[in-house]
């Protein structure tokens, strides 16, 4: 797959960035063989917000650093 190595890396810069600032907010990031379009360019990737056994709260809370993450790794390019 074409990027899969700059979309791997950035996935975990996300993840690492988060749990540093947030311990436990990720979980680590998860390979698979579909395609989410994140053949398209690199620093492509899915961000999966909450599951079964958090609150719509929780992950609306999750926004705000999420985005602060994402901002700051996209302006490091």
């Known amino acids: 797959k074409p990027h899969f190595d700059e979309n791997y890396a950035f996935a975990r810069a996300l993840t690492d960035a988060l749990n540093a600032d ?11 063989t579909n395609r989410y379009n994140q053949h398209v360019g690199d620093r492509c990737v899915l961000v999966e917000v909450g599951n ?9 809370n999750s926004m705000r650093p999420l985005s602060e993450v994402i901002a700051e790794l996209m302006t490091c390019k």
């Open 22 to 32: 947030t311990p436990g907010i990720c979980r680590d990031v998860m390979v698979k």
């Open 52 to 60: 079964n056994r958090n609150t719509l709260t929780e992950a609306l």
